[in-house]
């Protein structure tokens, strides 16, 4: 990949270029593919709330935006995860195409992977197993993938992307390995990488980079993710959780796991992950009223887009990108 090019200052120049018109169009395919997909599967498709008195605190080194809602501050939705958990009252199966916004920090606008506004695919199943919704995420990839080659053919011979690419991908299920296969892989490649810890940008970059499929990292160590992701009782310490990763260095696709949803455990992990219980008054009082057992995850559907278009910078697929730390008027 190249180096860091940040978008042009001229947005209509950006929104001419035949290369944004036909990585637009393959974002586009993606969404009807993920939603054709999981209507056929019996979900039903919610509208995320976009503001709200707390928001997914499990955001890796990113501020929360505020904003001022009559007097009281609320958070701009860093990801939808609670109102997932809620929203199965209604419905077994539920999804949601959403923005989230992350004040990412400045020095992440050259990773290539970080915008402040994003969307997510969101999904969240109840009473289903980590497994399961990896399965599932892998069906949408795939979904998408098979949708996007044949339909924009043209679009993607555009954008230099060979799709030879994705054989291995529609091929044979993506590759599991645990967390701790992950870490000792990382260090193999020598890059520091405590085994109690989430993989650092540089690990992640190095195995995905070597990847030549997508592939799931299972079972993050308790400390590096927010308190919904849900403890294993046969591996204290350890959580029911997964990421997605695409091959060729581009990164994270997806994130996802089985939920907490007891009461005190959630109010204990909480605590351990330093967030105060008083500030999730709606959540909690409706988690003690009882929310049911719950699996999902989310793709970031920008980062998903790169990948599938072979983009060296993921402002690249967005029609009006905002880089972290670039303030224009
Ligand atoms: P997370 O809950 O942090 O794992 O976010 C879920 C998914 O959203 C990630 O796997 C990424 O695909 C995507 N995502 C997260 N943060 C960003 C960002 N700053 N810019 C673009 N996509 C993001
Ligand atoms: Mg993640």
């Known amino acids: 990949m190249n ?49 709200g008195p707390v928001t997914d605190p499990g955001v890796r080194g990113a501020k929360q935006a505020d904003v001022d809602y009559y007097g009281t501050t609320y958070k701009i939705m860093t990801s939808a995860i609670l ?87 529609l091929g044979r299920p993506f590759d599991r390995v ?58 204290p310490g350890f959580l029911r959780n997964f990421d997605l990763l695409a091959p060729e260095g581009y990164g994270e696709l997806a994130s996802g796991g089985e939920r907490e949803h007891e009461y005190q455990r959630i109010i204990a992990r909480m605590r351990e992950t330093g967030e105060n219980p008083a500030k999730y008054g709606w959540y909690l009082d409706l988690v003690r009223d009882g929310i049911r057992p719950s699996a999902g995850f989310g793709i970031g559907l920008e980062r998903l887009t790169r990948y599938l278009v072979g983009a060296d910078e993921v402002w690249e697929v967005c029609a009006f990108p905002k880089l972290p730390g670039r303030v224009t008027r």
């Open 83 to 169: 109102y997932k958990q809620a929203a199965l009252l209604s419905f077994d199966k539920i999804f949601s195409i959403a923005p989230n916004v992350r004040l990412e920090p400045p020095e992440t606008a050259s990773t290539g992977r970080h915008l402040v506004e994003f969307h997510q695919i969101d999904v969240e199943v109840a009473d289903a197993t980590a497994e399961g919704v990896m399965e599932l995420a892998q069906t949408l990839v795939r979904a998408a993938v098979s949708s996007v080659l044949p339909d924009l053919a043209e679009e993607l011979e555009g954008l230099g992307r060979d799709p030879a690419a994705f054989v291995e991908l």
């Open 178 to 235: 645990d967390h701790a296969a992950a870490v000792a892989r990382v260090v193999e490649f020598g890059i520091d990488q405590r085994a109690t810890a989430e993989i650092s940008w540089p690990g992640e970059r190095a195995l995905s980079g070597k990847a030549t499929a997508p592939f799931f990292i299972t079972g993050y160590p308790k400390g590096s993710r927010g308190f919904y992701d849900r403890e294993s009782t046969r591996r």
């Open 3 to 51: 180096d860091h090019r940040p978008p042009p200052n001229d947005i209509a120049t950006h929104l001419r270029a035949p290369r944004t018109r036909a990585a637009l169009l393959v974002q586009q395919r993606i969404l009807v593919a993920v939603r054709d997909t999981l209507l056929r599967e019996g979900f039903v498709e919610l509208s995320a709330p976009l503001v």
